[in-house]
């Protein structure tokens, strides 16, 4: 009794130092991902100071801009400046909207949630079943095919798919809206107080079905686009999951007492072999934040990463630095609950970083 209650001691006592350590690894890589955007954005040959003030500016203006945006100081004492403002919340202004860069972001972050949660969802309704199947089928042409549209899922640029969805479904067959967020004369018609910033929630919220159906519409291309890559690794991993443990004594076991063969497959094996591909879907929840810029671009999806283009484009730097840290903080963070999930299912990662 007293080993064991010592042993559960232990074992706590590791654990809580893995979550220490991966929790100031994880602050550690905020603040480096800070410093690299930071001075990376400002040997960019641009003058912010110019964009502040007009393009039609007198040159007093710009100057006085310069003042203001602490230009004219050292790399270091504008870094501090920044640091300072971060700490009381202050992410700055914006040089292309002039609004504070915490009002943008919490503005166009709810489409981007939106886009991504969907994608998430179509990984999981697509990806496991195509797993289970290949797994289950291995050799068949079930698993060939599989494996085709897996490994043209995960190679296919994003760029490029979301290109032919919108030829072969908006142009040719007229059956989707080509872009855009929710038709402007559906608002017209059916108004919608915007709270929260997501069409879903407020639409939903308000008992507003047609604009809620309208957004589904323009939801379904770009979430396809955006779960090609997730769908093709999930298929793939629960595929391989699902032929390793159907090797198993345990899983011949129960085939031999004569359980039926859907059960053993979806009841032991599966509940094994998708541990694995809901880590990957974790961390690839977190890289679609910085996967949907490009297709949020496309499809002119109003999120967080059409507005990084723009502020990119237009050399906008406290907006581009609020995206790179409200983006390295999202993915640290689903980083860290990943790694702490899988820790606190599987001990042995927590021992076999203690050895180490």
Do not use: C
């Not at 654990?15 to 954005?41: D, E, K, N, P, T």
């Not at 489409?111 to 291995?138: F, N």
């Amino acid at each position: 009794m007293v080993g064991a209650r010592r042993a559960r001691g232990t074992a706590a006592t590791a654990y809580a130092r893995f979550i220490i350590r991966r929790v100031l690894l994880s602050v550690l890589v905020i603040l480096g991902v800070l410093v690299i955007v930071f001075f990376l954005a400002r040997v960019i040959p641009a003058d912010p100071a110019g964009l502040w003030a007009g393009p039609h500016a007198p040159p007093e203006a710009v100057e006085r801009a310069r003042g203001e945006l602490h230009l004219n100081d050292p790399l270091w004492t504008q870094f501090y400046y920044y640091i300072e403002g971060l700490s009381r919340g202050d992410l700055g202004i914006s040089i292309r909207t002039h609004d504070p860069v915490w009002q943008d972001i919490v503005r166009t972050l709810p489409p981007t949630l939106e886009l991504i949660t969907a994608s998430l969802i179509l990984s999981i309704l697509v990806g496991i079943p195509l797993g289970v199947a290949a797994g289950i089928r291995q050799g068949s042409w079930v698993d060939h095919g599989m494996r085709f549209f897996a490994i043209s899922g995960v190679s296919v640029p994003s760029f490029w798919l979301a290109v032919i969805l919108q030829l072969l479904f908006v142009t040719s067959l007229g059956l989707l809206p080509t872009n855009g967020y929710v038709s402007e004369t559906v608002l017209l018609t059916y108004p919608l107080k915007r709270v929260t910033g997501s069409i879903f929630v407020d639409a939903l919220t308000q008992g507003n079905v047609r604009v809620l159906a309208d957004w589904f519409w323009h939801l379904i291309l770009p979430a396809i686009t955006l779960a090609s890559y997730p769908v093709g690794l999930v298929a793939r991993m629960v595929r391989t999951m699902m032929i390793e443990v159907l090797g198993e004594n345990y899983i011949r076991t129960a085939k031999a007492y004569g359980l039926p063969a859907r059960f053993v497959h979806y009841r032991y094996a599966l509940k094994n072999a998708v541990a694995p591909a809901i880590v990957a879907l974790g961390l690839s929840f977190a890289y679609s934040l910085t996967g949907a810029f490009l297709i949020e671009y496309i499809f002119a999806w109003p999120g967080i990463g059409q507005f990084a283009w723009y502020s990119s484009i237009t050399f906008d730097y406290p907006a581009i630095l609020g995206v790179a840290l409200v983006v390295a903080i999202f993915y640290v963070v689903v980083n860290l609950a990943v790694d702490l999930l899988q820790a606190f299912l599987d001990r042995r990662i927590v021992l076999e970083k203690r050895e180490a």
